[in-house]
């Protein structure tokens, strides 16, 4: 075969692949290269293809409506899987596939934003939050696994004290029984794991309770707020451990805490609220914290079911009960719960200061009943024990304003001569036992408790919306009318006027300022923070009003002696 017989063989072979290429694209519902009647031709089917008298905007609706239809029916099957578990404290949602905790209302808290009960539990994407329990050590009933739930009235009833859930699975010849129990007014849910070999050789299976969340702060928080958000692990050797989430990684290794134990708990905690596992004691076990997605993460512990880790024998059941608390952070409750679990509120790096603030507002609290009159007299009782450390600074600034005018002097006579100036005032503040740092004194010691005050008001849900009077509803929240505020810069500006001024004119306008610029500041501040500075100034202001009428006494009294002594020594002389 020639050359030009080859070439055309070849050309038409290419235009033939090409047009069975172009008219599978048209039949798959792409758009022809070559002719463009073939749409047409494409409309023209469709047309003939409609029902009779339906045009073809309902044949799209029609379809619409039957992707619809099918989308509700899987929604109809999955939520078939999903049983609601409701008491007194909470409702929750439980997913039959693995016994999934997947979603909790809290009913005793509100949201953020007061129109609907905290939902802490959660499975949105983007937020997730899930407790999972399950198997591990082989392909034995785990947190995917389908359990068949038993039925039952999973509401708790007016009288009724406990509802029961049981769910069980069997896979591979293992049986995993799942039972939790519901208790009135209770945030711990009893979860007990029954496991049972049904082969004929020992097995080697081990319970593993895990927490998975995103690693989102809590919908609504305020960019004041800073409190922790992440896992947590507790044990008997190392006591309270927090787990950064940007440390985590995928093969667990990313943060040391202790993992093997026979004690303790693992948790997952965020502002006012936290879920822990709490495991029986004794077992040996190991904590876990890993990143299990692109942003999800977990916090789980691998629990030996047999003493000493022996291994499961052919149909022997073995049984464990563990705790979940799923909750507030109220102090009270936490303690109940679990040794330690009352560590998870977040007091920042002033703990050793702010818990025994708290403790001594509980006790206020049992008393008054309100939080409000409760940091009015805890702020009674800092005073009165900072008193003395008070009165010396009080004492100081009364000395300080006595010789202010003859410092003024001093700086204008020795103006150009700064070492002379400052040799000076040395030697005026030894021979009249002046302390020029000693009006601070009183607010450096307040800054602490100031500080460790701001983070019981932030960490303590038993403060969150807890009011004091008429416009003051939640303490833990800023005045929503700026009052407090106002009234604090009020009495800064007031003592600011008490005080001796300083003889920088420039230090005199800073110092005039602060007040606003605190007041500004306080806006975004608790309100019963704010309460608690209003009272301290208060108290303050009284303090230094009667230190100067002493002080004005005293002097008054050194100017009468001085006077007297004068004449005295002129006759003594003429003697």
């Not at 029986?280 to 692109?294: F, Q």
Request: charged fraction near 20%; aromatic fraction near 10%; include cysteine.
């Amino acid at each position: 075969m020639d050359v030009k017989k080859r070439t055309t063989l070849i050309i038409i072979l290419l235009i033939a692949l090409f047009m069975l290429w172009d008219n599978w694209v048209v039949y798959n519902g792409g758009s022809s290269l070559v002719f463009t009647y073939r749409n047409a031709d494409k409309k023209e089917e469709a047309k003939t293809a409609e029902p009779a008298g339906l045009p073809m905007e309902k044949v799209t609706k029609a379809n619409e409506a039957a992707e619809e239809a099918k989308r509700e029916e899987a929604r109809r099957k999955a939520a078939a899987d999903v049983i609601t578990v409701q008491t007194d404290v909470f409702k929750l949602s439980i997913n039959a596939n693995g016994g999934v905790f997947q979603n909790l209302e809290l009913l005793k808290y509100p949201d953020n934003d007061f129109q609907k009960d905290m939902v802490l539990f959660e499975n949105n994407p983007p937020r997730v939050y899930l407790a999972q329990t399950g198997l591990s050590g082989g392909l034995y009933p785990n947190h995917a696994t389908h359990f068949n739930i038993h039925p039952g009235n999973f509401t708790m009833a007016e009288g009724q004290d406990e509802v029961k859930v049981v769910m069980d699975a069997v896979q591979n010849g293992v049986r995993l029984v799942k039972t939790l129990t519901f208790k009135r007014g209770d945030y711990v849910v009893g979860v007990n794991h029954q496991i049972t070999n049904l082969t004929g050789e020992p097995i080697n299976a081990k319970l593993y309770m895990q927490l998975v969340r995103d690693s989102s702060r809590p919908e609504g928080q305020s960019r004041f707020i800073s409190t922790f958000t992440g896992p947590a692990v507790y044990s008997g050797e190392e006591k309270f451990q927090k787990l950064k989430f940007d440390n985590l990684t995928a093969d667990g290794t990313g943060e040391k805490f202790v993992r093997d134990t026979k004690n303790g708990w693992i948790a997952m905690v965020q502002h006012y609220f936290v879920s822990a596992f709490i495991p029986t004691e004794g077992l040996n076990r190991e904590n876990y914290a890993k990143k299990l997605g692109e942003d999800l993460f977990c916090v789980g512990t691998e629990l030996q079911v047999t003493e000493g880790g022996a291994m499961i024998q052919p149909h022997q059941t073995v049984s464990n009960d563990t705790g979940l608390y799923m909750g507030p952070q109220d102090t009270k409750l936490l303690d109940k719960a679990a040794p330690g679990l009352d560590l998870v509120k977040d007091y920042g790096f002033l703990t050793v200061l702010a818990r025994p603030i708290f403790w001594l507002m509980n006790r206020i609290y049992d008393e008054v009943g309100n939080w409000g009159w409760t940091i009015v007299i805890l702020t009674i009782l800092i005073k009165l024990v900072l008193s003395p450390l008070s009165h010396m600074g009080y004492k100081s600034m009364a000395r300080m304003r006595k010789f202010t005018p003859v410092i003024q002097r001093m700086k204008e006579r020795y103006k150009d001569d700064p070492q002379t100036m400052k040799t000076e005032m040395i030697s005026l503040y030894k021979r009249e036992k002046i302390n020029p740092a000693g009006g601070c004194l009183p607010m450096i010691v307040q800054i602490p408790v100031f500080l460790s005050l701001y983070w019981v008001l932030l960490a303590s849900i038993e403060i969150r919306n807890a009011p004091w009077l008429a416009w003051i509803q939640n303490l833990a929240a800023p005045d929503p009318w700026y009052i407090l505020p106002v009234i604090m810069a009020g009495t800064m500006f007031l003592q600011q006027k008490m005080s001796p001024p300083p003889p920088d004119p420039t230090q005199a306008k800073i110092m005039m300022f602060l007040p606003i610029a605190f007041s500004i500041t306080f806006f975004f501040f608790p309100a019963g923070l704010v309460l608690y500075w209003i009272v301290n100034n208060i108290l303050s202001i009284g303090h230094h009003y009667y230190i100067n009428k002493q002080a004005d006494k005293v002097i008054a009294a050194e100017q009468a002696a001085a006077s007297q002594a004068k004449p005295v020594t002129a006759k003594t002389k003429r003697r």
